[in-house]
Structure formats: structure tokens, C-alpha cells
């Protein structure tokens, strides 16, 4: 990224804290350090973010977000922990990054479609680079179909009437030109705010293409558009662009633009607070990956909720208390094809298991959780969706708690379900061969 040097960590790791002048003494470039000004910058992101980092007495330790950071001096890329070991394996950094691809991509949060989908493939390309390659495909996409075309405004001084004359422009720009007109007309061009963002992304990132066969695809995708105008522009400046059924394609390449523009804001490096737009919660990213699995999985007989339906809990002074919102509902379809009664209950969470402990290594709160849920929605078979580590393909089978409820529910069931992070649904259209697969690649 423009010389800036790669920081590659993995959730829950400790990023040594060095002084300036012990830098150029480190054992090898590939390990990872930030100097105090680095750390002091990661700290002031928990403002916006919070729990992405701490300070401890070996360095800064990250967790909960996963995704790139851009520093002053450096671009630190944090990748989520998939292996069951506690040190780092040779390969677990490319099978992280594959994973949190498949992940966003089944989330439906990027359209990323260049991944492999053998389970577990490894992608040694650095995050960023498949970020503005996934990018350029997506543009010049767009620009193989066609660029999108709006009527914008222009004012000008024309020998002839085009459009509507202006009389008080014409009276203000041309008394000592009598064979001017001022006119103002509308004209139906690719010149317009959503290309022109397209343009600023690609001016934007091209500095930070690093691989040969990026660089190519940066050169042909800025050349398809040459023609338009190359005006800054913020991820503000695109987040505020209208939005209906025709600009609908250019949906997933604005978001690609939003967040490329919100990396090159500079108001990390001037000290301001504003976290960068390649941070990815992931709770929430696993509970939507979660989610798009079981919609994958249910049949034409069920319904897939998530995040509700909310209910409270309880009532104080006839006033609700203690709202639930479930991350998944599953529902029995009824015969006007409407959810009828509740199939299930699962709640996914972003935490590693303990397949040595008695209980597995569940947190007793989200059993409370669950069963809050089970009390208010009637429901006695529930799930705790955790994601399946990376190479345990033959991992002791999960346990079914069950207890014995008072009153009409009788026996619950909670399973512990185990949820791949590279699955077919995960890589969706993606049965190319891995396109990031290769360190060599050109």
C-alpha cells in the first residue's frame, strides 16, 4: 500500500510493541510489530469499535473485528482464528483468510467470487490485494454491460439556444459577447456522480496494487474509464448517492467504492476518531453466515428468520422489560404459507470450543440465553451454532444437553452445532478454480 509495510495477525494474538530504533533489528520482515505511535492509533479505534483491541504488558491484543486497518506507517490485516491450536500453524494464516472470504461472501456482505470452494484452500494473497482485485472485476463488470447513463445539467455559453436560456446568466457572462448565449440543458451521459466514484476508487487504490497481474487488471479497468471525469470524492460522497431500482446493479460496486475511499481517508493519520471501513464485526458476520446456511438448508416446508420475531420477556406496571431477538427462528410453514409454529431456536457465537471439557467448553450464559428463549417462544429444541475449527473434519461429535423444564415444556434439547466456515454455500458461485490460490502468481 504505497510502501507501506503489512502487519498479517490472527484474532487474539499479541502485536509486540518495539521502539523506532529496534525496528530495522527485528529477526525477519514477516514478523509481526508496531511501534508506540502504531499502537497508540489502534488504541483510539476503540472509541468507534468497541473491544477491537487492548493493551497488554507484551503489546496490543485484537479480537472481535476482523478485516484491514490503515496506520500512517503501516496497513495491519487481522484474520480470524480458525485452528484449534493455541500457537499459529505454518498455513493457518492463507486458511483464515480463505475462510473470513468464504464468510463474507456467504453473508452476502461482498461479492467475492474468485475464491475457490475446497474446503479449507488456502489464500496467500495479502486481504487487500483480493479486496481491489474483487473490485476491478466488479467494475469492469459493470463496464462490460454498459456504464450507467444519467442526465446531468450543464451551463455554457453556446452560439445557439440549447435547452432553456438563462437571461440573468447571460446578462452576468456575456454583455461584450453578443454572439454568446448562456443555456442551461440537460444531457444524457456516463459522466456522471456514480462512474465518477467508480474513477476516484480506481485513482484512489493504485498506488497500493503490489502483484504484476493486479496491476494489469487495474490498467484495463481504468482505460474503460478514460472518459470520465476524475474528481475526488469521499466514501461520504458515495454513501449519499441515491439509491432506486436503476442504479440496482451498481449496488455491490459502490459498496466496493464506499469502503475502498473510507481506507484512504486520511482522518486516521490526522489523529480523528473515524474507524476505517474495512472493519468486520464478527458476531455479526458469523451470525449472518450462519444464517444464510440454514436458509440453504431449510426446505420448502420452512421459514428463516433472524434477528426476531422480537418479544419481551417479561412485563413490569404493564410496561414490557427484557426484549429477546434470536438470531435464527426457524419456523413450520403453514398452509396460507406463513410461518405457523417454531421449529427451533439458534443462537450463533463467535468463540472457540473445548472439546476436552465435560460441557464442551459452553459459556453457562448463553445456556441461560437459550433458554430465556425457549420460555418465551415456546420452543424446546434449541441450537448453539459455534464455527467449526479448520482441520477437524473428524471432530469429536458435539453433545445435546438436555434438561427437564417444570410446566408445559417439558424436555428441552440443546444441541451444539458445529458450523463449517468454507462450505459449498459459502462459496457460492465459485467453483472456478481459487484465483488467490497461488504466492507466486505473477
Known sequence: MGGLRTVTVLEHEVIPIIDGDQAPGMVADADPWLSESEAQALLRLNDLRRGFCQRLSG?????????????????????????????????????????????????????????????????????????????????????????????????????????????????????????????????????????????????????????????????????????????????????????????????????????????????????????????????????????????????????????????????????DAFLLKPDITVWHVGLDGAAADIDRVVDAKWKRLDPHASDFGVDEADVYQLLAYAARYGCTSLELAYPQPVGTDDFTQPPVFKLQAAGPLGTVAITIKLVPLWSAAASGSAREAAHFTDAKAA
Request: aromatic share 6%.
Open 59 to 319: 503489546g496490543i491484543k485484537l479480537a472481535q473485528h476482523c478485516g484491514i486497518v490503515r496506520l500512517p506507517t503501516c496497513v495491519v490485516e487481522v484474520l480470524p482464528k480458525v485452528g484449534m491450536a493455541d500457537a499459529r500453524t505454518p498455513d493457518e494464516l492463507e486458511r483464515s483468510r480463505g475462510a473470513l472470504l468464504a464468510m463474507l461472501h456467504s453473508a452476502r456482505q461482498v461479492a467475492i467470487t474468485k475464491i475457490g470452494s475446497v474446503p479449507q484452500q488456502a489464500v496467500h494473497a495479502p486481504l487487500l490485494d483480493i479486496f481491489i482485485e474483487a473490485f476491478l472485476h466488479c467494475a469492469r463488470d459493470q463496464a462490460r454491460h454498459g456504464l450507467l447513463s444519467r442526465y446531468v445539467t450543464h451551463a455554457d455559453d453556446l452560439p445557439v439556444i440549447k435547452g432553456r436560456f438563462q437571461a440573468h446568466g447571460h446578462v452576468r457572462c456575456n454583455l461584450a459577447r453578443p454572439h454568446l448565449l448562456h443555456c442551461e440543458y440537460d444531457e444524457f451521459t456516463a459522466d456522471n456522480a456514480y462512474n465518477r466514484a467508480v474513477r476516484a476508487t480506481l485513482e484512489a487504490c493504485r498506488t497500493w496494487v503490489s502483484r504484476a497481474s493486479t496491476q494489469r487488471m487495474w490498467f484495463e479497468t481504468h482505460a474503460r474509464y478514460a472518459s470520465i471525469s476524475a474528481l475526488r470524492m469521499s466514501a461520504a460522497d458515495v454513501a449519499r448517492l441515491p439509491r432506486d431500482r436503476t442504479t440496482h446493479r451498481y449496488g455491490p460496486l459502490l459498496t466496493w467504492c464506499e469502503w475502498l475511499l473510507a481506507m484512504a481517508s486520511p482522518a486516521l493519520s490526522a489523529g480523528a476518531s473515524q474507524a476505517p471501513g474495512l472493519l468486520f464485526d464478527m458476531n455479526k458476520l458469523f451470525e449472518a453466515h450462519a444464517a444464510r446456511l440454514e436458509e440453504a438448508s431449510a426446505g420448502i416446508d420452512r421459514i428463516v428468520h433472524t434477528q426476531g420475531p422480537p418479544l419481551h420477556l417479561a412485563t413490569h406496571d404493564q410496561a
